[in-house]
């Protein structure tokens, strides 16, 4: 029923809610959502540029819903892969890219069979693109990246029309549109999270039957794609 409804109400809207291989809508049930971050990598910006702006993205996303979800930054780690077995849900830069170089970076998720998301990884691309804090127009602004990305994070899915929300699927050099939500994300996010009552008891229900981790589904979250500023005629 839970998954039926987020269907009619994403077809409702210009956001999309994540599926997994079963259509079932994926979504946290735990309401503190932790991450640690790996600041190392070739893309000059500081330390504590890097915490900074990933606490400002994460927050972007939990303010709307505000009783019901939290991230909490746990400090810094030296994984620099996406692993659901290293227990940690890790934010770092990858020097050496393995996917698209379009790709400005990919979040993945790891589910349950019902749908429970249950760890995440966040991968930036540091080889093939310039990353800025200031939103200068020869590289792509970090928290711009960060906001979309964490949409993601949360099971929000591209909204692939509405090109003044964040979570549309691409970015411009030196956009800072998606650093802050739209509507439509603010839709999305009050849709899968407002109702924190609703929240807590389907996590007793799973903590009471204990998932089996040998059943986790693996998917890999679609990317921010980096495209080329369109060029003024005028
Ligand atoms: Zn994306």
């Keep these: 029923m839970v998954t039926a409804l987020a269907f009619l109400l994403s077809t409702a809207h210009g956001f999309e809610v994540r599926t997994d291989e079963l259509g079932q809508a994926l979504q946290w049930q735990r309401t503190t959502i932790r991450y640690q971050v790996n600041p190392s990598g070739n893309h000059g910006l500081s330390k504590a540029a890097v915490d900074t702006l990933i606490s400002a993205a994460s927050r972007e996303w939990t303010s709307p819903v505000q009783d019901s979800l939290h991230f909490s930054h746990d400090g810094s780690t030296s994984i620099q892969r996406a692993n659901h077995e290293d227990g940690v849900n890790v934010i770092y830069f990858q020097d050496e890219w ?32 310039k990353w800025s804090t200031d939103g200068r127009e020869d590289a792509n602004d970090l928290l711009n990246t960060l906001s979309h990305e964490f949409g993601h994070v949360l099971g929000i899915d591209h909204s692939p029309v509405i090109e003044l929300a964040t979570m549309y699927p691409t ?64």
């Design 98 to 129: 393995t996917q698209d170089p379009s790709l400005l970076a990919v979040t993945y998720l790891w589910s349950t069979t019902n749908g429970e998301v249950i760890g995440f990884d966040m991968a930036l691309n540091a080889e093939h693109h």
């Design 171 to 234: 970015s411009p050099l030196g956009e800072v549109l998606k650093r802050d939500l739209f509507e439509d994300d603010i839709d999305a996010v009050t849709h899968l999270y407002a109702h924190s009552e609703n929240v807590d008891a389907v996590a007793a229900g799973c903590s009471g039957t204990g998932f089996n981790p040998n059943t986790l589904a693996i998917w890999l979250s679609i990317p921010l794609i980096a495209i080329r500023r369109r060029t003024s005629t005028a």
